[in-house]
Nanobody, 125 residues
Framework: QVELVESGGGSVQAGGSLTLSCAVS????????MGWFRQYPGKEREGVAA????????VYTDSVKGRFTITQDNAKNTISLQMNSLKPDDTAMYYC??????????????????WGQGTQVTVSS
């Protein structure tokens, strides 16, 4: 059982930045992908960014490309999501996830096995 604990959420004005962190209880490479998802009230979770823990390749949903960056720190067993130029539409609950999956499933919530409890991000205009 892998435990994930997110931190770093909060409130920020539009144009600001936040960094989310996810602490992993196991070797970060025990799962071939880790990702960040967000969920709006009444909506399903959507993939924001994912990283291949073995080779470090990344993928982003179109709406965050150029603004968000996902990274991993193998020594600390953490992944992070640096979020810049935040917009009110980025307001959501953000979740960290881990799992083993194929290349085309990287931003699909159903492909992930382990989830954190979530951290709220609120961006005001």
């Amino acid at each position: 059982q892998v435990e994930l604990v997110e931190s770093g959420g909060g409130s920020v004005q539009a144009g600001g930045s936040l960094t989310l962190s996810c602490a992993v209880s196991d070797d970060i490479q025990s799962n071939n992908y880790m990702g960040w998802f967000r969920q709006y009230p009444g909506k399903e979770r959507e993939g924001v960014a994912a990283i291949s823990t073995g080779v470090g390749t990344t993928v982003y949903t179109d709406s965050v490309k150029g603004r968000f960056t996902i990274t991993q720190d193998n020594a600390k067993n953490t992944i992070s999501l640096q979020m810049n130029s935040l917009k009110p539409d980025d307001t959501a609950m953000y979740y960290c996830a881990a799992g083993n999956m194929g290349y085309f499933s990287r931003l699909r919530a159903s492909a992930y096995t382990y989830w954190g409890q979530g951290t709220q991000v609120t961006v005001s205009s």
